[in-house]
């Protein structure tokens, strides 16, 4: 382990923990990452340290938190609304529980700098267009429930990014992700197109201009060069979105027109707790940490992400 100052990224290995990796290291940064891999790939780490381990492994930080450690990123957490709702106890353990231990070690560290990977889901049904920071949280789900229980517990120095709908990949192509089983409607239709199996729209009958689900579609790029910023930032609560909202018949058209390939699309009924309309107002990310995303097209997002599908 390294005795110069190092970010410690948790959920290093995984979507966005491993690209925010792959960014920090190029701007410089040393990094440790630690992950238990459930979820993520060593395959995923371009460069810096990495420490398989859990977070409820409080030997283990202790060991970390030895290094010297200058900011915590932390991105592992279950991220599965649908099983959230299916095994709450399970999520209130990994998301909230270890991460009160990851709190606990950082603090007694003397670690405040903590960015934390929080989510749209913490508004639950949305009561106005574009959601600003101080919309009140009402989360529908225990998953949201868990990202709020967290962001109350943070210290002054913390920054909880409320990230809408992470997608994408590199858009270089050398960090190639493949979700293992994805549970997010990018990576879902793309990993249908390589099976070759159908991919079921949830519900058309919602009040929107198609009647589909529209949402806020965020690129991994510019999620992580949020993060960057955040390391530099005062503490706070920012949203990361595009301020544009991407039905989910937008999102099959742009699939088809990137990958050249027809969605054998199916008919579903609606998916319980979809509210119709999440769209983000990133006024604030902008203004306080100076943040430009670059990559807000649909298409580009798509094109990124299938690089990963094809090559991997
Ligand atoms: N959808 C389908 N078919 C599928 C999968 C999804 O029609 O097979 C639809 C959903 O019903 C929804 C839209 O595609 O209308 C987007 O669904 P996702 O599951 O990709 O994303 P969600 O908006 O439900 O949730 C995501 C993250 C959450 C996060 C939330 C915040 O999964 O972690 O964004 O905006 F909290």
């Not at 309309?277 to 990124?304: C, F, Q």
Request: proline content about 5%; hydrophobic content about 35%.
């Amino acid at each position: 382990m390294s005795k110069i100052s190092s970010i410690l990224v948790t959920g290093g290995a995984g979507f966005i923990g491993s690209y925010v990796t792959k960014l920090l290291l190029e701007k410089g940064y040393h990094t440790i990452v630690l992950d238990n891999l459930s979820k993520g790939k060593k395959e995923h780490l371009l460069g810096g340290e990495f420490i398989e381990g859990d977070l409820a492994d409080r030997s283990l930080l202790n060991k970390i938190f030895k290094n010297k450690i200058e900011a915590v990123l932390h991105f592992a957490a279950f991220t599965d609304v649908g099983q959230s709702v299916s095994e709450p106890e399970l999520y209130h353990e990994n998301n909230v529980e270890k991460t009160r231990i990851l709190l606990e070690e950082a603090k007694k560290q003397g670690v405040s700098r903590f960015i934390f990977s929080s989510s749209a889901a913490v508004y639950g049904n949305p009561l106005q267009d574009l959601i600003t920071e101080d919309h009140p949280t009402s989360p529908i789900n225990p998953y949201g429930a868990t990202k709020l229980t967290i962001e109350k517990e943070l210290g002054p120095d913390a920054v909880s990014l409320r990230y809408f709908n992470a997608a994408g990949g590199d858009p270089e192509g050398k960090l190639l992700y493949r979700h293992q089983r994805p549970t997010n409607l990018i990576p879902i239709i793309l990993q249908g197109l390589m099976e070759n199996r159908p991919f079921t729209l949830f519900g058309k009958d919602y009040p929107t201009p198609d009647g589909t689900c529209v949402r806020d579609y965020i690129h991994i790029h510019d999620l992580a060069s949020a993060h960057v910023l955040a390391l530099i930032s005062k503490g706070g609560v920012y949203n990361l979105g595009n301020g544009r909202g991407y039905s989910v018949l937008e999102v099959v058209s742009a699939v088809e027109k990137i990958t050249g390939i027809k969605v054998n699309l199916q008919q579903g009924p609606r998916r319980a707790g979809d509210p119709p309309y999440l769209v983000a107002s990133s006024a604030k990310a902008k203004k306080e940490l100076g943040w430009k995303p670059i990559y807000s097209s649909l298409e580009e997002m798509v094109e990124h992400a299938w690089k990963g599908y094809q090559q991997n």
